[in-house]
């Protein structure tokens, strides 16, 4: 198999981040949910943490919870945006063109890949980061902040976060290989996506801030997505995207 020639998916990272900077229609939400997801799980932390709620959870357990529902984020912006990633180029009518440049299949797939998932990864480390600063100013012991699952933080943000990332945008550029319309793609993806996230979130929650079953889930997530790439690759050729849902 021919090396990918990074400069050229560089070059079509490049344009298709531009795309994504001019669209008011995909910054709108790619802003938005992080703010609305970081500071509603911040709040309820603190809420925890001060004892102003009834949950009966622990400070470190609390943490911990309203942490993994910032695994939404890795999901839901890859759809939001590789879902429209084909159909866009479609619509716009730069599809050809596209697929007529010295592009390989494999370079065109990792280029397509990187657009939804670079921002989405991006500002969800940046969540991430907002959530730990916020929480540090909540806790109001050193001890307290000492017995936080700090270590299982780092593992969602820095591997299960990547991993859903990567599964959500194998998921939606197969979804707008085949698809005529953006809103479509995006119900379509999101659709075939939000079992394996709600299954995400409850055996999340059900193994807790335990490091060897979270490595574990980290697997099963990991075998989940190189299965669906297998998918994605068989569908994604020059020759299909260009005839597929026109």
């Known amino acids: ?16 981040l531009e795309e994504i900077a001019r669209s008011r229609q995909l910054l709108y939400p790619l802003f938005v949910l992080p703010v609305f997801l970081t500071g509603d799980a911040l ?5 925890a943490a001060n004892g102003l709620s009834n949950n009966g959870l622990s400070t470190s357990t609390a943490f911990f919870t309203f942490a993994e529902f910032l695994l939404l984020l890795p ?16 619509t716009n009518r ?25 921002p989405a990864l991006s500002l969800t480390a940046a969540s991430y980061l907002v959530y730990s600063l916020g929480a540090l100013a909540v806790v109001d012991s050193r001890e307290s902040v000492a017995n936080l699952p700090w270590g299982s933080l780092l ?36 659709l075939l996506v939000l079992p394996i996230l ?19 889930f980290a697997l099963g997530i990991g075998a989940i997505a190189y299965a669906v790439l297998q998918v994605t690759v068989s569908r994604f050729h020059r020759d299909q995207i260009l005839v597929a849902g026109v």
Do not use: C, Y
């Not at 999901?75 to 479609?90: D, Q, R």
């Open 1 to 16: 198999m021919r090396p990918i020639r990074w400069p050229l998916v560089k070059e079509l990272l490049h344009k298709d």
């Open 43 to 47: 709040v309820t932390f603190s809420f």
């Open 75 to 90: 999901v839901i912006l890859p759809i939001l945006l590789g879902a429209s990633s084909v159909v866009l180029e479609k």
């Open 94 to 118: 730069t599809l050809e063109p596209l697929l007529s440049t010295p592009l390989t299949d494999t370079e065109l797939l990792v280029g397509k890949s990187l657009a939804p998932l670079v």
């Open 155 to 190: 593992l969602a943000a820095f591997l299960l976060a990547p991993l859903l990332g990567l599964l959500s945008t194998f998921v939606a550029l197969a979804v707008s290989t085949k698809a005529k319309e953006v809103r479509s793609a995006q119900q379509i993806a999101t």
């Open 198 to 216: 709600l299954a995400v979130i409850g055996v999340g929650l059900a193994v807790g801030p335990n490091l060897v079953g979270q490595l574990v």
